[in-house]
């Protein structure tokens, strides 16, 4: 019998896949905080403290070439380039031996962060929500399969904004690698297909404006650009 609701259903969030007319649904989005030393050093937070999960909702994915709309409530955009997993099946309690089985593939995507509401947050002890989970603050480019490209250890991940270089790291500076993340989160919550992974950014995170053209990329996996256009 199929199901009747008493609004339509809101559309499935998905990625591109590269080469390809199909999409990867998305199910859930769990971002990494502070994975990469440098960045942990530039915000001023406590190198002794282990990465930990938050979430974005996944109708806030857009695809690569999106124009953004610099957002409401905020003064101090920023961006943080980050390499995504995208998980074909999941489950409790995943050891990190058998992790890699479950991705599905990778990508790159942007966790735009509104930093000024952040940190009043993160000071008042509330949810990072409002400073992480907004309209259209994930841009993520087209996903490769890991039968493809394998499980990347090491490779540069960068950020450009109107052509300088503000943002550079390799994959090999995470603090956690891509199995100890699924791993660690699945003790968390019970982890499913279409999950992604945002694994954390390097330093260098900056302010964007209207106006800014930004390109990313992980070497060997993918690329992103998007422009931030002008408040609704």
């Not at 999106?66 to 997993?85: A, C, G, N, R, W």
């Not at 309690?93 to 000024?116: C, F, M, Q």
Request: proline share 7%.
């Amino acid at each position: 019998m199929t199901a009747s609701f008493v609004i339509a259903p809101p559309p499935q969030a998905a990625i591109a896949v590269q080469g390809e007319t199909t999409k990867f649904p998305v199910r859930r989005v769990w971002c990494v905080g502070r994975n990469y030393l440098e960045h942990i050093r530039e915000l001023g937070n406590d190198e002794r403290n282990p990465p930990f999960f938050f979430a974005k909702h996944a109708d806030m994915i857009v695809p690569d070439g999106s124009e953004i709309p610099y957002p409401t409530l905020t003064k101090d955009m920023q961006h943080e380039v980050e390499l995504v997993v995208a998980l074909k099946s999941g489950g409790l309690n995943i050891s990190p031996e058998k992790a890699l089985d479950h991705v599905w593939g990778y990508g790159v995507s942007v966790d735009l962060t509104r930093r000024d509401l952040q940190t009043i947050s993160r000071k008042k002890e509330q949810p990072w929500e409002i400073g992480k989970s907004f309209d259209m603050s994930a841009p993520t480019g087209a996903l490769v399969p890991a039968s493809k490209v394998g499980h990347p250890s090491e490779g540069k991940i960068w950020l450009s904004v109107n052509g300088t270089e503000r943002q550079k790291g390799d994959l090999s500076e995470m603090i956690w690698n891509i199995a100890e993340i699924i791993s660690k989160l699945s003790l968390q919550v019970e982890l499913g297909a279409g999950d992604v992974i945002l694994t954390g950014t390097p330093a260098g995170v900056a302010a964007l404006q209207p106006g800014d053209k930004v390109a990313c990329g992980v070497d060997g996996i993918g690329t992103l650009k998007f422009e931030i256009t002008k408040p609704k």
